[in-house]
């Protein structure tokens, strides 16, 4: 059961919380500037490294709001959570 | 005194106070503080049980959780509880136990013939035996395994007890509260830190009720309660007994089984619950654990009589109870001396140590000497006797000199050294570490915020056990943010020596052996001996997690506590590699098993899941309706008069709306406020269509699509002013539908300004349909202008309806002319009756939501889940009109792809029976030629299937390949009853042109 710190209420329980999988992918801008496979890619392909790991939560039974989790998927260690549109920590920005 | 076994003195158990309790029907007496084993073993109980695969009779082999042989049937009948620990379970007036792998009794056995089929059920039986010839696996063989290896009997009916979840949260959480436990306890509360101390048995001290210990000069218990009385007055520390840590999870997240009363039996409170399952949020944990005593490996080893030395050792100190009257201890180790001196001072004789070690520690040496005890240095026993019983053993000397040498005795004590209970630390996600002085795991490198103390950490001794407590309580509540982290000074004990194992894997074959001596167990609880694990090594399941899982070693509701160092140990030796280098399995919650009662805690029955009923619903209730569930909804389903059966009501319900006018309860619509600037922009981005053009008091139908191209919701959303809309979704989608909008509002457009509120419940919406709809709601609301031009179709106005403020949205699900009430939700049920009161004269019927679905089927309609299943997109749904050209919309671009566009994707058609008066099943499948040989392609599905009082036949709708391309085709739905043939239509059997809707 992870503890995730909520910028907006704190730290609870993993349960009140639900991952939206992978951050930091756009939707492309225009869409029908990109072949079948180029948004199939944006669709269906995610990540699935082992280690450091970017993902989006929501708050889904508390303030419902959304936000970014850095984490670590072996240790299952949270190393930073961050504002939806703002860089990962240490990327630029 | 009819307890043969219970010395005349000593243990912690309350002699005056006699309890009775009944086991495999026989009736016997214990004392208040024994436990089932213990009590049983006073009355010289040996069989408790029958092994799983051979149906060896099988002892008490230890005195804890470890317990791998007594394992028994608790209770009967809807509070029985099959696979309980004897050792674990606190003896009460009345109990009733009985053997669990057994028939009649674990004493006589009818099973124990399957001990003759004992060559076909060695490592990886089911794999091999068991696998020709064909059907036989489920005639013959499979009931024949399962009713030989019962693991116990479901209890008879539902749970009768009641189970609670708590919430903890804590700086210090320390597991087990034995003498290091204690100490940490104690060291972390004096700091002012949150403590938790768990312990699984009815009282602190774990081994220190053991033993005769001392400590600084006192009696080990006195200490105990000393330190136990020390937390009690710490305000912010709680002690909890009965508690198993039964779990380790991430981010120190641990779960706690407190066990707090019996069954409902005659000592069982009312009201009061059997077990809470706590949830435990500790800044720092403490693992104080203890160790679990390794059994020897040699023949006969399970024989009951045989059993662990400080087991033995702990059945007499705490419960006075004598394992047997002459012991043979066999070990490799010094703690077997301790347990030696231990046992003779209660009154058992012990007649030999067989030290399998040439030199012991020289104090314990001389001991024994004083006492008289006969010390056989380098030797193993060669084999235990006896079969019911053990009767005797034979020694033999390790280097084959000598003759052997048989005793008689009817006590067999074993000390394969010690095992950390290093369970809590490997769920931590810690990874063990190999021990070549201990001959055992130990706790590695943290993974978590975590410390092992005492025994749990490898120290054996007491004085080792106690400082390492003190310390690890100080240092885990100053990284927890309290005190220096000095560890208060420990209290004097005497030293000891370390144990000086000499580890004992290979069983020595005796000297010119034949190889035909008698079985030796691993693991007692899944019926494994060394030569199955010599046998999977050879067979190439080299790797541990392969060996456990073809040998089933430590797969048992043990997880092989006393089994795995042995098993991993003797596939070292198998292989010829290092211990270290084979590793050990991942222990996996729970350490003890834990009823599914206690994880299910209240939210049972009612609890299980939130009911919601519209303001309504009590109406409906006394109306006779009857209920269906939509999502967590209750909603009427049908409204039977008389004796009308489902099909009458809903045909009766059907035409008076075609006829005249129905009312329908539509409040569970999920209707979702969206106000802002940008809505406009942003309903046209979420919906296929588009919305910012909306007139002011107009409503829309939109289709909702994911990004895949998917349909994934519909409803009508009505523009309330510049910068409001209001959005219905169906009603099982209301919540997903607004975390959809909240998602893409947060992290995808946040410059677009936008506030999405969900106000379901805060609107009753009654529906009437039907021809006499108007004149209904002219009764209902003089004021209000109904001509065709003043308030047209897909229109709302704002209107006083039967005296109560209402938005009324003209719009229709049914195909009749249709109006939405939407009332406050504290008026819903007044308003409901007006329309029922005023609706009288109009010839109004109330109706559910199957006639709903009839009627709308008739019109064509779809119903998201219905005609959709996550693969549909409004393309093959025939909606291209709804799908704009001129904006983008999330889906949009997924609707050109080459899959998307293909002709003979699956197309919404509808479809009549040839044989009018039949209804097809939905969900039955297509085919063009259902006479061909298979497999015979399926071309489609139908997705809804209705009779229709209407037109006066069954008719319904389909998902078919290419289905718009074939009006006229007949297709055949191949039915267990027979075939049915139905021709394809276009979607829409009812006023086709929608006459009636704009009337
Ligand atoms: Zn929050």
């Known amino acids: 059961m992870l503890l995730i710190a909520c910028p907006w209420c704190g730290p609870r329980d993993e349960t009140e919380f639900r991952c939206g999988g992978e951050a930091h992918i756009a939707r492309p801008k225009d869409p029908d500037a990109l072949d079948d496979a180029a948004w199939a890619d944006y669709l269906f392909m995610r990540r699935n490294p082992k280690g450091r790991h970017r993902e989006r939560w929501v708050h889904a039974a508390g303030c419902r709001r959304w936000f970014n989790v850095e984490r670590d998927t072996v240790s299952h260690v949270i190393t930073a959570v961050y504002p939806m549109g703002k860089p990962p920590p240490g990327e630029g920005g | ?999």
């Not at chain 2, 010839?133 to 395994?145: A, N």
């Not at chain 2, 001996?529 to 040998?551: C, N, P, Q, S, W």
């Not at chain 2, 509701?557 to 290092?578: F, M």
């Not at chain 2, 895949?708 to 919701?713: F, N, Q, W, Y």
């Open chain 2, 1 to 999: 005194m009819s307890q043969p076994f219970r010395g005349a003195s000593g243990g912690r158990i309350e002699r005056a106070r006699q309890l009775s309790f009944t086991f495999d029907g026989r009736r016997y007496q214990g004392h208040a503080g024994d436990t089932l084993a213990s009590a049983l073993m006073a009355n010289g109980v040996r069989i408790i049980a029958r092994s799983q695969k051979y149906h060896r009779p099988r002892g008490i082999l230890s005195a804890g959780a470890e317990e791998p042989n007594a394992v028994v049937q608790l209770g009967t009948g809807a509070g029985a509880e099959p696979n309980v620990r004897a050792t674990e379970i606190e003896l009460r007036d009345g109990l009733v136990a009985g053997s669990v792998n057994a028939w009649p009794s674990a004493a006589y056995d009818v099973g124990a013939v399957a001990g003759l089929l004992s060559p076909l059920l060695v490592a990886g039986f089911y794999y091999k035996t068991f696998m020709a010839p064909g059907g036989f696996w489920q005639s013959v063989y499979e009931p024949l395994i399962r009713r030989m290896a019962g693991l116990g009997r479901a209890p008879s009916g539902p749970d009768p007890d009641i189970y609670d979840h708590m919430h903890a949260h804590v700086d210090v959480l320390v597991a087990g509260g034995g003498p290091a436990g204690l100490a940490a306890a104690g060291a972390a509360a004096r700091t002012g830190a949150r403590v938790m101390l768990a312990d699984e048995q009815t009282e602190l001290g774990g081994s220190l009720l053991g033993g005769p210990r001392l400590i600084a000069g006192q009696p080990a218990p006195d200490w105990v309660a000393a330190m136990a009385g020390e937390l009690a007055g710490c305000a912010e520390a709680r002690i909890l007994t009965r508690a198993t840590v039964f779990g380790y999870y991430d981010h120190n997240w641990l779960g706690v089984l407190e066990r707090r009363a019996d069954r409902l039996g005659p000592s069982g409170t009312p009201g009061r619950s059997r077990e809470r399952l706590w949830h435990v949020r500790a800044k720092q944990v403490v693992l104080a654990t203890g160790a679990h005593e390794r059994p020897l490996i040699f023949p006969g080893n399970d024989r009951p009589g045989v059993m662990l030395a400080g087991a033995a050792a702990t059945y007499a100190h705490r419960y006075g109870v004598l394992a047997g009257r002459r012991a043979v201890i066999a070990t490799n180790n010094d703690s077997a001396y301790g347990a030696a001196l231990d046992l003779a001072a209660a009154g058992i004789q012990v007649l030999a140590i067989v030290d399998a070690r040439w030199e012991a520690a020289l104090k314990a040496h001389d001991t024994i000497q004083a006492l008289g005890i006969e010390r056989f240095a380098g030797a193993v026993i060669q084999g235990a006797l006896g079969r019911r019983s053990v009767r005797g053993v034979r020694i033999v000397k390790l280097d084959g000199r000598g003759d052997a040498k048989e005793i008689a005795c009817d006590l067999v004590l074993m000390s394969g050294g010690w095992s950390p209970a290093i369970h809590l630390f490997s769920q931590s996600g810690g990874r063990p570490a190999f021990d070549p002085g201990l001959g055992a795991f130990v706790p590695g490198v943290s993974h978590q915020a975590e410390r092992s103390a005492g025994a749990a950490g490898g120290t054996m001794t007491l004085a080792g056990a106690l400082g390492e407590g003190y310390a690890a309580g100080a240092k885990a509540a100053a990284d927890a943010g309290f005190g220096d982290g000095r560890a208060p000074e420990a209290p004097h004990v005497d030293a000891e020596a370390g144990l000086g194992v000499a580890p004992l894997w290979p069983v020595p074959e005796p000297a010119g052996g034949s190889g035909q001596r008698g079985k030796a167990f691993v693991d007692f609880q899944a019926d494994v001996t060394d030569a199955d694990v010599r046998l999977a090594a050879r067979e190439g399941f080299e790797a541990i997690e392969h060996m456990k899982r073809y040998t089933a070693a430590g797969l048992g509701t043990d997880q092989g506590k006393t089994g795995n160092v042995n098993a991993i140990a003797l596939l070292s030796a198998a292989l010829a590699k290092p211990i270290a280098a084979i590793g050990t399995t991942t222990f996996r919650p729970p350490y003890t098993p834990v009823a599914y009662g206690a994880m299910a805690g209240r939210n049972v029955g009612a609890l299980l899941d939130p009911a919601r009923v519209t303001p309504i619903h009590d109406w409906h209730a006394s109306e006779g309706a009857v209920f269906e569930d939509v999502g967590q909804w209750k909603r009427p389903w049908y409204f039977p008069q008389g004796h009308e059966d489902m099909a009458g009501a809903v045909r009766r319900e059907c035409l008076a709306v075609r006829n005249a006018v129905g009312v329908l309860d539509a409040s569970t619509l999920g209707k979702i406020d969206i106000q802002g600037p940008d809505a406009g922009r942003f309903l046209d981005r979420v919906y296929t269509n588009l919305f910012s053009n909306l007139s002011l008091g107009r409503c829309r139908y939109g289709l909702m699509l994911k990004e895949d191209g998917m349909v994934m919701d519909d409803g009508v959303t009505t523009r309330l002013g510049p910068d409001h809309f209001l959005m219905t979704t169906t009603t099982g989608n209301a919540a997903r539908v607004l975390d959809w909008l909240e998602e893409w509002l947060q992290t995808e457009w946040p410059e677009l300004e936008v506030y999405c509120t969900s106000v379901t419940e805060q609107w009753a919406t009654i529906t009437i349909a039907g021809p006499k709809a108007r004149d209904l709601l002219h009764d209902l609301a003089p004021d209000l202008a109904l001509g065709k031009a003043d308030f047209p179709f897909l229109a709302m106005r704002e209107a006083t309806v039967a005296g109560v403020p209402a938005r009324v949205f003209r719009v229709s699900f049914t195909g009749e002319m249709s109006y939405e009430i939407n009332v406050p939700a504290s008026h819903g049920r007044g308003v409901w009756e007006s329309v029922m009161a005023a609706g009288a004269a109009h010839g109004i019927a109330p109706f559910g939501t199957e006639t709903m679905h009839v009627l709308r089927a008739e019109k064509g309609f779809i119903v998201v889940g219905h005609e959709t299943d996550g693969t549909v997109t409004p393309l093959d749904l025939g909606m291209d009109w709804i799908v704009s050209k001129r904006k983008d919309f999330i889906g949009r671009r997924s609707l050109a792809r080459a899959d998307i566009i293909r002709p003979d994707r699956k197309q919404l058609v509808g479809l009549l029976p040839l044989d009018g008066q039949a209804v097809l099943p939905e969900g039955a499948q297509l085919v063009l030629e259902p006479r061909r040989a298979p497999p015979v392609p399926m071309i489609g599905h139908v997705t809804s299937s209705y009779w229709s009082a209407t037109l006066g036949r069954g008719f319904a709708l389909a998902l078919v390949a290419g289905g718009r391309t074939r009006a006229g085709t007949v297709v055949y739905a191949p039915l267990e009853s027979g075939i049915v043939a139905a021709t394809i239509t276009l979607p829409g059997f009812y006023d086709p042109d929608g006459h009636r809707l704009h009337d």
